[in-house]
């Protein structure tokens, strides 16, 4: 499936910015046998005064701009023709969950996507004996590592609210999860200590979501969304797979990727700093256009 993907996100300022550098993941990647980013052009106004392009290790296609004044509004915009490839896994091809760690022990390369980066704790993501208890009460060691997957991502879909007032984007993953709320980082961060806590690796994935309106009504602009999801390794033989525990659903066409990394300090679409003064506001606006 080919789409177009228009993305803006917009701040503004009380008082004008004198300096600023910003670190981007905006831009969607290209990973083979999943997604091809045809084109794609990501610009920043005002013009930056320094500019970086650069993949990082994880894959992911990284912008650094720089300022010296900006002034009241700082804007960032995403033009891209993506093909999305990646369909459901039609077998489930991964082992049992018992022969999973000799899997990982044959793998002897530490590549990007090695599933031993994907293991243990990371900066945001730590298993807790309550979430691993969780993870272990829903499974089995006869249980496949894809079904083990899927279990787990029903459950957080069922045990947890979606409240996109009750977190923030600092919200450390084991309050959501006493509270059993929050939003799509938080469901994926949960997911994600649940599964390595029982031993699949699992990363965290930003992108771009396409979404559709309520039956009898037209299309927004702009109303699509940024998003967040889990990648979990089931084996050498079914790979990495992507699932969507906000949604409760194995990751298909409507999931634009843009970045891979262990947690959201890994991908965080928009990072740096600024000199200004007094409040600030930003705005979001996504599309996602499916061409056919």
């Given at each position: 499936?080919?789409?177009?993907?228009?993305?803006?996100?917009?701040?503004?300022?009380?008082?004008?910015?004198?300096?600023?550098?910003?670190?981007?993941?905006?831009?969607?990647?290209?990973?083979?046998?999943?997604?091809?980013?045809?084109?794609?052009?990501?610009?920043?106004?005002?013009?930056?005064?320094?500019?970086?392009?650069?993949?990082?290790?994880?894959?992911?296609?990284?912008?650094?701009?720089?300022?010296?004044?900006?002034?009241?509004?700082?804007?960032?915009?995403?033009?891209?023709?993506?093909?999305?490839?990646?369909?459901?896994?039609?077998?489930?091809?991964?082992?049992?969950?018992?022969?999973?760690?000799?899997?990982?022990?044959?793998?002897?390369?530490?590549?990007?996507?090695?599933?031993?980066?994907?293991?243990?704790?990371?900066?945001?993501?730590?298993?807790?004996?309550?979430?691993?208890?969780?993870?272990?009460?829903?499974?089995?060691?006869?249980?496949?590592?894809?079904?083990?997957?899927?279990?787990?991502?029903?459950?957080?879909?069922?045990?947890?609210?979606?409240?996109?007032?009750?977190?923030?984007?600092?919200?450390?993953?084991?309050?959501?999860?006493?509270?059993?709320?929050?939003?799509?980082?938080?469901?994926?961060?949960?997911?994600?200590?649940?599964?390595?806590?029982?031993?699949?690796?699992?990363?965290?994935?930003?992108?771009?979501?396409?979404?559709?309106?309520?039956?009898?009504?037209?299309?927004?602009?702009?109303?699509?969304?940024?998003?967040?999801?889990?990648?979990?390794?089931?084996?050498?033989?079914?790979?990495?797979?992507?699932?969507?525990?906000?949604?409760?659903?194995?990751?298909?066409?409507?999931?634009?990727?843009?970045a891979v990394g262990r947690d959201y300090s890994?991908?965080?679409?928009?990072?740096?700093?600024?000199?200004?003064?007094?409040?600030?506001?930003?705005?979001?606006?996504?599309?996602?256009?499916?061409?056919?």
């Amino acid at each position: 499936m080919l789409y177009d993907i228009d993305a803006s996100i917009a701040y503004s300022y009380q008082q004008p910015s004198a300096l600023g550098r910003t670190v981007l993941r905006l831009l969607p990647a290209s990973v083979p046998g999943v997604q091809r980013l045809v084109a794609g052009t990501l610009v920043a106004e005002p013009a930056a005064d320094e500019r970086t392009d650069r993949v990082d290790f994880f894959g992911n296609h990284v912008t650094e701009i720089a300022w010296r004044g900006t002034g009241r509004e700082t804007r960032f915009r995403v033009q891209a023709r993506v093909e999305r490839i990646a369909r459901p896994p039609e077998l489930d091809l991964s082992p049992a969950l018992a022969a999973l760690p000799a899997e990982i022990r044959a793998w002897h390369d530490l590549c990007h996507d090695a599933p031993h980066h994907f293991l243990g704790p990371s900066d945001r993501v730590r298993p807790t004996p309550e979430m691993t208890a969780f993870a272990a009460d829903l499974v089995t060691p006869e249980m496949t590592v894809f079904a083990a997957v899927q279990a787990l991502g029903r459950a957080l879909f069922d045990e947890m609210r979606f409240d996109a007032t009750a977190t923030t984007v600092d919200t450390d993953p084991v309050e959501a999860f006493a509270a059993r709320h929050g939003v799509c980082q938080d469901f994926s961060h949960i997911m994600i200590a649940c599964l390595r806590g029982i031993g699949i690796p699992a990363a965290y994935v930003s992108g771009y979501l396409r979404t559709l309106p309520p039956p009898g009504q037209e299309r927004l602009a702009g109303a699509d969304a940024m998003h967040a999801w889990v990648r979990a390794w089931c084996g050498t033989d079914l790979g990495w797979v992507e699932f969507d525990p906000t949604n409760d659903l194995v990751v298909a066409g409507d999931h634009i990727l843009v970045a891979v990394g262990r947690d959201y300090s890994d991908v965080a679409p928009v990072k740096g700093v600024l000199r200004t003064a007094g409040r600030q506001a930003s705005h979001h606006g996504v599309d996602v256009i499916p061409l056919g």
